[in-house]
C-alpha cells in the first residue's frame, strides 16, 4: 500500500533538497543551484545536486542515485523547476518522464525566457502531477539563487558591496590610510566571498593606491596560498591610466583580467593592456551610472553572475546611482578616524532627500572577531 505524502512530509524533503542545492556552491555558476530527492512510500530512494558547470543536473543526479529502484509513482522534489530545453545537457523533463515518476514538487520557479513554467506544462501534459510549493520555502528557495534570478530577468550580474569602515563611517583617513580598517577574522571572510564570486571588481583608485593581486586566499590576507577557485579581476579604468607593471598582469594568462574603459580612453593603452594578457571593455554611456550599466551588461553576456565589489568609494557611489547594488556587507571597526577630508564608502550621487533613501528589505548583524558585520540584503530577484 503506497503512503501518501502530507503538506509536512513534503516541506521536509524540499527542505532537504535546499540543503543538497546548496552544495553546488560556485562551481555550478552561472547555472542555478539545484537539490533534487526521489521518494516512494515514504522512502528516500534518490538524491542529488547540480555539481559543475555542464555536469548532469540535480534531477538526473537523483534519478541515478535511485538505479535499481521502482520510480514509477515516486515523487521528486527540486528546488527549481526542472529544465525543458536542451543546453549543456538534456532536457530533465525528459528524464523524469522516462522514468516514470508520477508527482514532482517543486520550491521555486525559473525565470529564464527558455523556462518560466514550461517545463511544468510539459509534465502536466504528460500526466504528471506537479505541485509548486508556497510560503517560507519559496523564499528560501529563491534566495539561493539570486545572482541567477537576477542575470536571468535583466541580463546584468548580482552585486555584492562590501567595504569596511569606521565607527564614524570613513573608509580611509585624509591621506588616503586604509590598511587595515577590518580586523584579520573579517579580511579572512572577505577572500572567501571573492572565492563563491564569479568576478571582483575596483575602481582605478584603488588599483592605484593599493596594487592589489585581487585574488581570493586561502587562510586569509595573510596567505599567500591561492583558493582552488579565482574569481575574474574586474577593474574600471575609464582613461586607461592602469600601469603595466600593476600586480594583476603578472598572472593575467592563468586568471582572468578584464579591464572597463571609456570610450574616452588612448587606443594605444587599450592595445597594450591587451598584449599584457587583459581583456578590455568599452563601457558605453553618458555618465558613470550608465557605463556601469553597460559593463556590468557585458559581463554578464561573458557568463559573470555574481559580482563582488570593493570599491573605492567613487566606484561605488556608481554602481549605487546605476540601482545595480543588491547587497551590502559592511564591517564597522571599533575605531574613530574624523577629518572632513576622510572618504566615505558611497560617494556619487546620492539620495536628494531622506524620503528618497534606498532602505534594505533585509537587515542582519553579527561580530566577526573585533569588528561588527552589517548585511543588508536590498532586494528580491
Same mark, same amino acid.
Given at each position: 500500500?503506497?503512503?501518501?505524502?502530507?503538506?509536512?512530509?513534503?516541506?521536509?524533503?524540499?527542505?532537504?533538497?535546499?540543503?543538497?542545492?546548496?552544495?553546488?556552491?560556485?562551481?555550478?555558476?552561472?547555472?542555478?543551484?539545484?537539490?533534487?530527492?526521489?521518494?516512494?512510500?515514504?522512502?528516500?530512494?534518490?538524491?542529488?545536486?547540480? #555539481?559543475?558547470?555542464?555536469?548532469?543536473?540535480?534531477?538526473?543526479?537523483?534519478?541515478?542515485?535511485?538505479?535499481?529502484?521502482?520510480?514509477?509513482?515516486?515523487?521528486?522534489?527540486?528546488?527549481?523547476?526542472?529544465?525543458?530545453?536542451?543546453?549543456?545537457?538534456?532536457?530533465?523533463?525528459?528524464?523524469? #518522464?522516462?522514468?516514470?515518476?508520477?508527482?514532482?514538487?517543486?520550491?521555486?520557479?525559473?525565470?529564464?525566457?527558455?523556462?518560466?513554467?514550461?517545463?511544468?506544462?510539459?509534465?502536466?501534459?504528460?500526466?504528471?502531477?506537479?505541485?509548486?510549493?508556497?510560503?517560507?520555502?519559496?523564499? #528560501?528557495?529563491?534566495?539561493?539563487?539570486?545572482? =541567477?534570478?537576477?542575470?536571468?530577468?535583466?541580463?546584468?550580474?548580482?552585486?555584492?558591496?562590501?567595504?569596511?569602515?569606521?565607527?564614524?563611517?570613513? /573608509?580611509?583617513?585624509?591621506?588616503?590610510?586604509?590598511?587595515?580598517?577590518?580586523?584579520?577574522?573579517?579580511?579572512?571572510? /572577505?577572500?572567501?566571498?571573492?572565492?563563491?564570486?564569479?568576478?571582483? /571588481? /575596483?575602481?582605478?583608485?584603488?588599483?592605484?593606491?593599493?596594487?592589489?593581486?585581487?585574488?581570493?586566499?586561502?587562510?586569509?590576507?595573510?596567505?599567500?596560498?591561492?583558493?582552488?577557485?579565482?574569481?575574474?579581476?574586474?577593474?574600471?579604468?575609464?582613461?586607461?591610466?592602469?600601469?603595466?607593471?600593476?600586480?594583476?598582469?603578472?598572472?593575467?594568462?592563468?586568471?582572468?583580467?578584464?579591464?572597463?574603459?571609456?570610450?574616452?580612453?588612448?587606443?594605444?593603452?587599450?592595445?597594450?593592456?591587451?598584449?599584457?594578457?587583459?581583456?578590455?571593455?568599452?563601457?558605453?554611456?553618458?555618465?558613470?551610472?550608465?557605463?556601469?550599466?553597460?559593463?556590468?551588461?557585458?559581463?554578464?553576456?561573458?557568463?559573470?553572475?555574481?559580482?563582488?565589489?570593493?570599491?573605492?568609494?567613487?566606484?561605488?557611489?556608481?554602481?549605487?546611482?546605476?540601482?545595480?547594488?543588491?547587497?551590502?556587507?559592511? =564591517?564597522?571597526?571599533?575605531?574613530?578616524?574624523?577629518?572632513?577630508?576622510?572618504?566615505?564608502?558611497?560617494?556619487?550621487?546620492?539620495?536628494?532627500?531622506?524620503?528618497?533613501?534606498?532602505?534594505?528589505?533585509?537587515?542582519?548583524?553579527?561580530?566577526?572577531?573585533?569588528?561588527?558585520?552589517?548585511?543588508?540584503?536590498?532586494?528580491?530577484?
Amino acid at each position: 500500500m503506497s503512503v501518501p505524502e502530507t503538506a509536512e512530509s513534503d516541506a521536509r524533503h524540499l527542505r532537504r533538497a535546499l540543503e543538497l542545492a546548496a552544495l553546488g556552491g560556485a562551481a555550478v555558476s552561472p547555472n542555478p543551484l539545484v537539490g533534487a530527492v526521489i521518494v516512494k512510500d515514504g522512502e528516500t530512494l534518490g538524491e542529488g545536486f547540480h #555539481r559543475e558547470l555542464g555536469g548532469p543536473h540535480a534531477e538526473v543526479e537523483a534519478i541515478r542515485a535511485a538505479r535499481g529502484s521502482d520510480l514509477h509513482g515516486a515523487t521528486l522534489y527540486v528546488s527549481l523547476e526542472p529544465c525543458c530545453h536542451q543546453g549543456r545537457t538534456p532536457p530533465c523533463t525528459d528524464a523524469i #518522464r522516462e522514468a516514470g515518476i508520477g508527482r514532482v514538487v517543486v520550491a521555486s520557479d525559473d525565470p529564464s525566457e527558455h523556462a518560466s513554467g514550461r517545463g511544468l506544462g510539459i509534465l502536466r501534459d504528460e500526466g504528471v502531477e506537479v505541485v509548486v510549493a508556497e510560503g517560507e520555502i519559496v523564499a #528560501r528557495a529563491r534566495l539561493l539563487n539570486q545572482p =541567477f534570478r537576477k542575470r536571468a530577468r535583466t541580463g546584468k550580474p548580482w552585486v555584492l558591496y562590501k567595504s569596511a569602515m569606521s565607527l564614524d563611517g570613513k /573608509v580611509a583617513t585624509r591621506s588616503g590610510d586604509s590598511r587595515w580598517i577590518s580586523g584579520e577574522a573579517g579580511r579572512a571572510l /572577505v577572500h572567501e566571498w571573492r572565492g563563491a564570486a564569479d568576478a571582483v /571588481v /575596483v575602481g582605478i583608485g584603488t588599483a592605484l593606491a593599493d596594487d592589489p593581486a585581487l585574488t581570493a586566499r586561502v587562510g586569509g590576507s595573510g596567505s599567500e596560498q591561492l583558493a582552488e577557485r579565482q574569481p575574474r579581476r574586474v577593474i574600471f579604468d575609464s582613461t586607461a591610466q592602469l600601469p603595466l607593471g600593476a600586480r594583476v598582469f603578472r598572472d593575467a594568462e592563468l586568471i582572468p583580467l578584464t579591464i572597463v574603459v571609456s570610450r574616452a580612453a588612448q587606443r594605444a593603452a587599450t592595445d597594450a593592456f591587451t598584449a599584457h594578457g587583459a581583456e578590455v571593455i568599452v563601457a558605453t554611456g553618458e555618465n558613470e551610472p550608465a557605463r556601469v550599466r553597460s559593463a556590468l551588461e557585458q559581463l554578464a553576456a561573458q557568463g559573470v553572475g555574481s559580482l563582488l565589489l570593493e570599491g573605492g568609494p567613487k566606484l561605488a557611489g556608481a554602481f549605487l546611482d546605476a540601482g545595480e547594488i543588491d547587497e551590502l556587507r559592511l =564591517f564597522v571597526a571599533p575605531l574613530v578616524i574624523g577629518g572632513r577630508s576622510a572618504r566615505d564608502p558611497l560617494e556619487g550621487e546620492g539620495a536628494e532627500t531622506i524620503g528618497d533613501a534606498l532602505r534594505p528589505l533585509q537587515l542582519e548583524c553579527e561580530h566577526v572577531g573585533s569588528d561588527l558585520l552589517i548585511t543588508a540584503r536590498m532586494r528580491e530577484w
